[in-house]
């Protein structure tokens, strides 16, 4: 008598209960690969910013399984990432007094935790907590490229002397600058003009503090949107982006990726209908998607998401328009009849913006869009986020 127990069914993305965040491990390593790619012929070196995935297992994608130089948003980031071997590290937000005393720990582990700042204020409280520890805190100065954010511009007078008084101490690493407003540059040409006045930015603050005698070891530039339309990085050390691992569709309609290269969605169930509405309700609210409607000033406004069927199929015309916490309301865009999609039907949607969608989530199921399906793909693994939600 066979007493050995049958294998267990495969489960598919019609299992777990809704909503949860898929990821296409296709669709990521393709995203991957295309950058990794250009920064090769680019001829600088890839920093990838892991707060939009804040995954281990995501980030293994990147450098073929191998710690590699990582951009983070927090300290719970650079020290999930250390623990999991992670040792070069750009900490991408600028500092302040009260956590240096765990970027100090980051570094007694032989972590090279880099911190950001952009005034003399950051350079002296920096500079005295490395005199005290007896260590050098490696520091990077933010320059604004576009207005932004943060950072001094490239001729700002005091430029040379909180690099001054960086370098004294020992920690001048270098400079960095973000193009923030090219998620505003809606051609191509407006891509390429902010990925040339990024570098431009950034290479002549660089000049100046050298010109002062000052060493800059590190020149540091990027967004997703001038990673790609970056075409000469003469002068540049190293590229940052993030959001190309997953892309969305603010990326989409900027014309970065296609809609078919988006490798993040989130899986939600229809719960209800009001036809007197023309509302299809689903059970996935701003708690799944987040609040963000990047693409409502682009010329195609797709709502709080794109609606797919479960087998990652377009419905044509069917986006989610609203959200409250917990439902999404789906309807067609320009008021047609809606599809007939019954109460517990399971749909995918593609997010606006895949960082603050990821949030949202624990973790990802992973499936394989090569893989052959009629309805539900199969869940080849689950990624968790290493620092939570």
């Excluded at 003399?120 to 005290?132: G, I, K, L, S, W």
């Excluded at 933010?142 to 002397?161: P, Q, V, W």
Aim: with cysteine; net charge negative; proline share 5%.
């Amino acid at each position: 008598m066979n007493t050995t127990p049958p294998p267990a069914a495969a489960k598919t993305l019609a299992d777990p209960d809704t909503p949860f965040a898929v990821v296409d491990v296709h669709r990521a390593l393709h995203n991957i690969e295309r950058l990794a790619g250009r920064a090769d012929r680019l001829g600088v070196t890839l920093r990838p910013h892991i707060k939009t995935a804040k995954s281990l297992d995501v980030a293994a994608l990147m450098h073929g399984g191998a710690p590699c130089p990582v951009t983070v948003s927090t300290l719970a980031e650079a020290e999930a990432f250390a623990d999991g071997g992670y040792t070069d590290i750009t900490y991408a937000v600028g500092i302040d007094p009260h956590k240096l005393t765990r970027v100090i720990a980051l570094l007694r582990r032989g972590v090279t935790l880099r911190v950001l700042l952009d005034s003399r204020e950051q350079a002296a409280f920096v500079t005295d907590a490395a005199r005290e520890a007896g260590l050098a805190i490696p520091a990077q100065i933010e320059i604004d490229c576009d207005g932004h954010r943060g950072g001094l511009k490239a001729d700002a007078s005091e430029l040379t002397d909180i690099g001054r008084i960086l370098h004294e101490a020992g920690c001048l690493d270098g400079v960095l600058t973000h193009a923030g407003e090219s998620y505003f540059a809606y051609t191509p040409e407006d891509q390429r003009l902010a990925a040339k006045n990024e570098r431009d930015t950034a290479v002549t603050a660089a000049k100046r503090l050298r010109a002062a005698g000052l060493p800059v070891h590190t020149v540091s530039v990027g967004s997703t949107p001038t990673a790609f339309a970056a075409e000469d990085l003469t002068g540049v050390s190293e590229l940052r982006a993030g959001n190309y691992v997953f892309f969305d569709l603010v990326m989409a309609g900027l014309d970065v990726c296609r809609v078919e290269d988006l490798a993040l969605s989130v899986v939600v169930t229809v719960i209800g209908h009001r036809p007197e509405y023309g509302w299809i309700l689903t059970d996935g609210g701003w708690m799944a998607m987040s609040r963000d409607r990047g693409t409502a000033t682009q010329a195609q406004d797709q709502g709080y998401g794109l609606v797919l069927d479960l087998a990652g199929n377009p419905i044509p015309n069917l986006i989610m328009s609203a959200a409250s916490q917990e439902h999404g309301t789906l309807t067609t865009r320009d008021g047609a009849d809606l599809p007939d999609l019954p109460v517990g039907t399971r749909l995918r949607i593609l997010p606006n913006h895949a960082c603050a969608t990821a949030a949202q989530h624990g973790g990802y199921h992973v499936i394989d869009s090569t893989q052959p399906t009629d309805e539900a793909h199969v869940i080849q693994a689950n990624w968790e986020r290493v620092t939570g939600w």
